[in-house]
């Protein structure tokens, strides 16, 4: 029982020695281990809090078709074995080829997470997905009144569908038996604090975990680095940011349904006092890949590119000159959103230790 946690713990410290040791030399001894394939910019909503939907009409033409993301996954395995994909926008469920994208990660042996708005969730699609064994599938929503969800996502008319739609994804899960972990997003902004504990206790009811997410600048858009003092959805009552974190921390301790670490949680609620600025170095240029529609290769969803996949293997433009420099530019970044990526956020020995307890409870169990 014990040797388990000793490995455990022994390969994590091995993992963290190597990853800093990365960082701060701007050297690639690591392989990425987050992999985010932004399929698309393109999106059918319009979010306060995301600016894709703005974008130039030729900024989002020439997305990379069904063959290269295919050829993009073959290398990713290749290269760095089974690993986990997120598939993300702009809104994933607009690209009519997602299904036999998934498809070909799964033959790979990749696992599949995919972020959406789930406007477009229906029935059929819900149940491909889930026979796929998409490992996670994300839903947004930020709240359990239709006019909060709303305003924040700029749709009249849209909480009815995607609430409907992610309850109906969790009971297809359960009929299929499938292994697909359903949760919703929550964003946490300054119109839907309150209303953290209600949606948590819903979730809990519908058997889907929450992950919470501080507010971070506009995606796609660059901010100065006083963001917060203009953003309209920041929340000024400091009071009621503190509670509403200590709410989460305190339901999850109670067992219900929150997904995100005590670790991640904590540092989430620091991330709303504006005077907080990160001290340790950002760590995506050591554990971070980001694929953008047209091909472009990032280390996190802001920074500039430093390869095109059009142009050369993914291994090898994450070993480039040009992805040393960009490496460099990462460390040295003082904008301070590690807590939106939870790249630097590594989970304590405590969390550690719970969920490795939770995993041997689970194997004894069956
Ligand atoms: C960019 S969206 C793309 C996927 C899909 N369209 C959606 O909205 O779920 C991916 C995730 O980023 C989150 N997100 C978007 N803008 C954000 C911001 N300014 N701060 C923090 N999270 C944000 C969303 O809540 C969503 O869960
Ligand atoms: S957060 Fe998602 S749903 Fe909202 S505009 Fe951005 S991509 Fe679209
Ligand atoms: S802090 Fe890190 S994740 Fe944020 S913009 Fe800078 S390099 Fe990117």
């Given at each position: ?14 993992d ?13 001894l690591t ?7 932004r ?5 059918n ?5 995301c600016?894709c939907?703005?974008l130039?009409?030729?900024?989002v ?9 295919r050829d ?8 760095i ?13 607009l690209?009519?080829?997602?299904l036999?994208?998934v498809?070909?990660?799964?033959q ?11 406007s477009?969730?229906?029935?059929d699609?819900?149940?491909?997905l ?5 490992g996670i599938i994300?839903?947004?929503l930020?709240?359990?009144r ?10 009249e ?8 739609n ?10 299929l ?7 919703a ?6 119109s ?7 949606f948590?206790h ?9 992950v919470?997410q501080?507010?971070y600048e ?5 901010h ?8 309209p959805?920041w929340?000024e ?5 503190a ?5 989460i ?7 219900l349904p ?7 949680l904590?540092a989430a609620?620091r ?15 050591a554990?971070?890949l ?30 480039s ?12 970044c003082n ?18 230790s719970?969920?490795v307890?939770?995993?041997?409870l689970t194997?004894?169990?069956?």
């Open positions: 029982m014990k040797l388990p946690l000793a490995r455990y713990m022994l390969r994590r410290v091995q963290q020695l190597l990853r800093r040791t990365a960082v701060a030399l701007a050297l690639p392989r990425p281990a987050s992999i985010h394939l399929l698309t910019d393109r999106c909503f319009r979010c306060q809090h600016d939907w703005k130039p009409r030729e900024h033409q020439h997305e990379l078709d069904t063959a290269a993301w993009v996954l073959a290398q990713l395995r290749r290269w074995g089974p690993c986990a994909v997120h598939l993300t926008g702009g809104e994933v469920l690209r009519p080829d997602l036999p994208i498809e070909r990660a799964r790979l042996g990749l696992q599949v997470q995919i972020n959406t708005n789930g477009l969730l229906d029935e699609l819900a149940r491909r889930l026979l796929a064994e998409v994300m839903v947004s930020y709240g359990v239709a006019e909060t969800h709303e305003q924040l996502q700029g749709v008319g849209c909480f009815p569908t995607v609430r409907g992610l309850e109906r994804l969790a009971q297809l899960r359960r009929q038996g499938a292994s697909t972990q359903v949760r997003g929550y964003l946490v902004t300054r839907n604090l309150d209303q953290a504990e209600p948590v819903w979730a809990a009811r519908q058997d889907i975990g929450v919470f501080p507010l506009n995606l796609y858009r660059p100065g680095p006083d963001w917060q003092r203009d953003h959805l929340p009552d400091q009071a009621a940011v509670r509403t974190w200590n709410t921390g305190r339901l999850k301790r109670a067992g929150v997904v995100n670490s005590h670790t991640f904590r609620q991330s709303y006092d504006p005077a907080n600025r990160f001290a340790r170095a950002c760590d995506v240029g554990s971070m980001v694929v953008d529609p047209q091909g472009k290769v990032r280390f996190c969803y802001i920074g500039q590119p430093f390869g095109d996949v059009r142009d050369a293997p993914l291994e090898h433009i994450w070993r000159g040009s992805a040393r420099r960009r490496r460099q530019e990462a460390r040295d904008r301070g959103c590690r807590v939106l990526y939870c790249t630097t956020l590594h989970k304590s020995v405590v969390d550690r719970r969920d307890l939770a995993q041997l194997e004894v169990r069956s």
